[in-house]
Structures are given as C-alpha cells and as structure tokens.
C-alpha cells in the first residue's frame, strides 16, 4: 500500500547503536541554522537564483532578466540567500554583482540534483 509507513512489529532498542549516535548528535543551534539553509532552498525562485549564480556570477538585473521577474521581486530573494549567507554582492562602479558564497553551495545544490536524477 502507498504511503503507508513502515515500523517495527516490536520494540527492540539497540542501546549500542543509540549511544553512537547520541554521542555524534548535532547541537539544536546548528540544527536550526542547517534547517534555515534548507528553508531558504524550499522556494523555487530562490533555487533558480542560486542555479544561476553556480554557473556565473551575474547583476541584479541580469537575474531579473533570465527569471523574467522584476528587479525589486529577485532583490528581496537575494536578501533572503544573503543573510543565510548562501550568495554575496560586490558593487563594480554602479552595478551589483552576485555570486554564490562558496564552492559549499555549489556542492549542496548538485547533490539534490543528483538525488533527484537518481532512480
């Protein structure tokens, strides 16, 4: 049956397993700044910023140009990547370039397509 979740028929602890695992646990300061990260990512628009940006680094409007959105809409989406610190700005004169902050993003964002091209 789909959507149905499989469970153990009875309980049966491994405490072994557990203490392990326990022992390697994350504490909820970084869970809740890796949860963030993945909010973020949980909007398509901001993905689509965040695919551009790991093939070029590019201004505002270019984004807005290759999104067909507006200006203002993709610079409140780049607010939002930048306080997670996902993307970052340079100004060159009177334009603003964006790129993503490190080669970290990059890595995240081609995994998940690998995970979703899988089969």
């Not at 646990?25 to 963030?36: H, I, S, T, V, Y």
């Not at 993945?38 to 628009?45: E, I, Q, R, S, Y």
Request: net charge negative; with cysteine; charged share 30%.
């Amino acid at each position: 049956m789909q959507g149905k979740i499989e469970k153990c028929d009875i309980i049966c602890v491994n405490h072994d397993a557990v203490e392990r695992v326990t022992k390697d646990m994350m504490d909820n300061e970084f869970l809740q700044k890796m949860a963030g990260i993945f909010k973020v990512l949980g909007d398509p628009t901001r993905v689509k910023i965040v695919h551009c940006l790991s093939k070029e680094e590019l201004c505002v409007c270019d984004l807005a140009q290759v999104l067909e959105m507006s200006i203002s809409a993709i610079s409140h989406q780049l607010r939002v990547l930048r306080d997670r610190r996902l993307v970052r700005h340079r100004r060159e004169g009177k334009i603003v370039y964006y790129s993503l902050d490190d080669h970290h993003i990059v890595n995240l964002l081609r995994e998940c397509e690998d995970h979703v091209n899988h089969d």
